[in-house]
């Protein structure tokens, strides 16, 4: 999805699309965009809390994502407010957030 998403975004930063690269500057592996990481946090938010609008999205990227994680969401809705927090395949916290919806 890095290779994509750069594609997408014009993100080309080294660190999601040279495996080189990224090791060289004390990563494990390229590493998937923050902006798509948020994205697909969004989406999870569209399709299972069903606000006709996010007014204000906000997140903190906690760890990286790496090609083969599997991401999970669990949002927590309070109501105009969703707090939603996504962990990869092990358990590790790799973004936290809070929309403002209507």
Known sequence: MPYYYAGA????????????????????DIILQGMCT???????????????KIETF???????????????????KNDAEINVEVTNQNGDRVLRGQAIVR
């Open 9 to 28: 975004s014009l993100d080309y930063n080294l660190i999601h699309i040279d495996r080189e690269f990224a090791q060289a500057n004390g990563l494990p």
């Open 38 to 52: 948020m994205g697909l946090t969004a989406k999870h938010i569209i399709e299972n809390d069903h606000p006709s």
């Open 58 to 76: 906000k997140v903190r990227f906690l760890n990286p994502v790496l090609p083969g994680d599997e991401l999970n969401f669990k949002s927590e």
